[in-house]
C-alpha cells in the first residue's frame, strides 16, 4: 500500500517502548541476498524477546518477494520491523495483543567511487548499550548517539568500545588486520551476528585468508595495517582514518581490494 495510507495505533508497543524488532535485508537485481539467514536472524530475535512470530518462514519469503515485485529499482533495502501490538500502556506482556508487522522497500543506495578510493573515516566511542546487542531492536538511541557524534566529526562510522575492547560499529560489524590475519570480534552477546560478517569470512575463506574470531584491543585502532566495517547497507568499506589516526597507509588496503572484488562478483 501506499506509505500514505499505512496506519498505527500510536498505543502500538514498538512506538511507546521500543518493544519491537527489525531485519534489514538488501536485494541485488531484484533477488534478496542471504534471505535465509535473515529470516533466520528475525525468528531468532522474535524469541528472543518473546514476540510471537506471525508468519511462517514461507510467508515471510512471500512478503519480501511481493515488496521486491512491486518495486521500481532492482536494487533495494528490504526493513522488516514487528512489534508487539497495540495495548494500554503497561509494561508487561499485553494479554491479546497481536504483533504488528511493518515492511517497506527502498532504493540500496550504491557507494560513492570516492568513498571505494578514499576510505571512510572512523571515531571510536564509549559503548553504553544494553548487553544483549545480539538481538537487533528498534531500540536504537544509543547507537544513534554514537552515529551522531561521528556525523558531527565529518567521519562515517562511530566504532563502539566496551572495556577496552572494539566490538563494532554503531550499524556495522568491525574487521581489523594485523600482520596478515584478520580478526573479527565472536559471536557473543555483544554484537549483532551480522549477516555480511559471515558473507565476508566466507569470501576469506574462499581467498585462502587467515581470519581470527577474537576480541580486538582498542590499541589495535590505532596499530591496525587495514580496517573494515561491514553491513547490509554499505557492503565492505575500508577505513582509511580512525580519531586523529592514519589507518595503514592511509589508502583503502590490499586485502580490502580483494575481499571487496570478490563480494561483488558473489553477491549477484
Ligand atoms: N544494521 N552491527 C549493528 C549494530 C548493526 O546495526 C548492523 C546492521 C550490523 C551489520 O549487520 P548486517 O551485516 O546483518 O547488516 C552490525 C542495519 C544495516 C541497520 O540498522 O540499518
Redesign the pocket.
Known sequence: MPLEACRISPLDRGFVFGDAV?E?I?VYASSAFYMQQ?LA?LARSLGQVRIQDPYTRAQWEAIVENLVRQSESADL?V?IQVTRGVAKRDHPFPENAAPTVFAMANPLASIADEVLQNGVALITVKDVRWKR?DI?VTG?IA?ILAKQEATQASASEAI?VRDGFAL??????LFVVREGIVHTHPKDNL?????????VLELLTELGLEFREQAIPEEWLYSADEIWV?????EVLAATKIDQHVVGKGVPGELWRDVYALYQKRKV
Open positions: 527489525y534489514l538488501p535473515h536472524r533495502a526493513y546487542c537487533k536504537l547507537n563502539l563494532e560499529g554503531s550499524a556495522s560489524n554484537i549483532l551476528p551480522g549477516i555480511t560478517r559471515d558473507f561491514t553491513s547490509s547497507a554499505r
